[in-house]
């Protein structure tokens, strides 16, 4: 118990401290004009309040990623309570500020944009590649999560199939419709659904003395799985995500002034954190360790351990709210995740979005990619998603830390995550046997470090060649004439 309020009490110290020295090394500036403002089309370009920013914010990154990657991440044990305290201070939070932030220096672009500007026309192309992939993948993982939460809540009498047509016609009109027209006006309320679900599981397991274990770096998994790399690529909403880069830029457009960006992009991620906290130290001390837990994973997968832990806890009645909790997490994420597909792909293409039948002609394949994918199992759609997702969160880290190395600032807060980061990329890619190239580990590791070692190195040679020229490192915003705060 002491080991699980510590990471609570540090996960809000830091944003409190680090947070803050992360928004002096950006350097905001309040007087400069935002995207909201400056691009304002009434469709993705709207500026709204910081308090629906960060709501909207926390929403968009979540998904089921702070609950169902904590819980697999429960079976390693306390050890992941680590990765989840270090990792979003120093890694997630770092990770989510500064590409919302470079975002909304650059008129609101999001990653492949971005990757284009800082490190090379040619990452263009390949980060528009796995952004879309990503995107997809994110977008089937959160129709097919909450449908098998929302079956066990009426004990499989709804069809599978009709709970899924209801959420991609929910995606359909979130994905269509002006920002503030339903993202705008609802997620205020799913967000404070989420809070409730999250903080009433968190106080029962510490005013009933939940038996949560203290800190440990011993590895539990009852499959024996590696900490290096395994863990980075199970619990990564709660820690680092990639899917976080595609999301941002969603609220840069909408961002009013650059000196909200650290209660939203920052605060909202140590948020996550803490929610992920809640899930791993629920998953760890309600089923009697990493056995029990892995039984009932085998036997309901993680939407059936959100099931009982929420039950267990709250009752009837609380434990059926916090279930709808974690049901608006996936659905509050797929339906950004189509939207920043269509948006990434408008900027690819130059397709300009303020007519509907501009966005409905890139939302519909979309959409129909996606429900073909729901065919595939659940567990390797979430295999491809996790190292997407942390192939995108390294190349965003490598963006963050490129923009404060030509600023002359502190690069090293990008630079020492993003390293760490492209070395775990490798070596599970090389080692995973079902997806990679199921290689021994200790040669992973080898070939993995002389890999990143290799990255580093083309980075700084980059670094220095760009900043040997007249580099533009923020768009130009001096024409806007009647900007108000």
């Known amino acids: 118990m002491i080991t699980f309020l510590v990471s609570i009490v540090l996960l809000i110290v830091g944003y409190f401290t680090y947070g803050k020295y992360v928004e002096k090394v950006f350097g905001h500036n309040e007087k ?54 270090v990792g979003c201070i120093f890694a997630g939070a770092v990770h989510d500020y500064l590409t919302g932030m470079i975002s909304i220096r650059n008129k609101g672009a999001h990653l492949p944009a971005l990757a284009s500007k800082y490190l090379g026309v040619a990452m263009k192309h390949v980060v528009n590649i796995f952004a879309l992939l990503l995107l997809l993948l994110v977008g089937t993982v959160f129709v097919s999560s909450p449908a098998m939460l929302i079956s066990n809540l009426f004990d499989g009498k709804v069809a599978l199939s009709i709970i899924v ?39 029962v397991l510490v005013f009933t003395g939940a038996p949560i274990p203290e800190l440990s770096f011993e590895n539990m998994h009852p499959g024996a799985l590696p900490i290096f790399p395994m863990l980075f690529f199970t619990i990564t909403c709660g820690a680092l995500s990639g899917f976080h880069a595609t999301q941002t830029p969603i609220i840069s457009r909408t961002t009013q002034n650059e000196k909200q960006g650290r209660k939203i992009f920052y605060g909202m991620m140590i948020a996550e954190g803490i929610i992920a906290m809640i899930w791993a130290a629920a998953a760890m001390s309600i089923f009697n360790g990493p056995v029990g837990l892995n039984e009932v994973l085998a036997a309901g997968g993680p939407a059936g351990v959100v ?134 580990l200790t040669e992973s590791y080898i070939i993995g470090t002389v890999a990143t070692l290799a990255v580093v190195a083309l980075f700084f040679a980059t670094a220095f060649k760009k900043r040997g020229t007249n580099f533009l490192l923020d768009e130009d915003v001096t024409s806007y004439k009647a900007h108000e705060s």
């Open 32 to 85: 400069r004009p935002t995207p909201a403002y400056v691009n304002g089309d009434g469709v993705d370009y709207v500026p709204m309040s910081t308090p629906k920013n960060s709501l909207i914010q926390l929403l968009n990154i979540a998904g089921t990623g702070p609950v169902f990657g904590p819980i697999a991440g429960a079976l390693y044990g306390p050890v992941a309570f680590i990765w989840i305290v």
């Open 165 to 203: 047509a209801v959420i991609f016609a929910y995606y359909i009109l979130a994905t269509l419709l002006p920002i503030d027209k339903i993202i705008g006006r609802f997620y205020p309320y799913f967000g404070a659904l989420l809070i409730f679900s999250a903080l009433g599981i968190g106080v």
């Open 307 to 440: 099931s009982e832990v929420s039950i267990a806890t709250l009752g009837a009645v609380g434990g059926t709210l916090a279930i709808l909790g974690v049901i608006v997490l996936p659905i509050t994420s797929g339906d950004t995740a189509f939207r920043a597909a269509r948006m990434i792909i408008a900027d690819y293409f130059k397709f300009a979005q303020a007519k509907i039948i501009s966005r409905l002609w890139i939302a519909i394949p979309l959409f129909v990619l996606s429900f073909a994918l729901t065919k595939i199992d659940f567990n390797i759609l979430w295999r491809y998603f996790s190292w997407a997702n942390g192939v995108t969160a390294v190349i965003a880290l490598w963006v963050g830390a490129m923009y404060l190395f030509l600023k002359q600032s502190n690069h090293w807060i990008a630079t020492i995550p993003a390293t760490f980061m492209t070395s775990m990329v490798f070596v599970y890619i090389i080692y995973e046997p079902t997806m990679g190239f199921g290689m021994e």
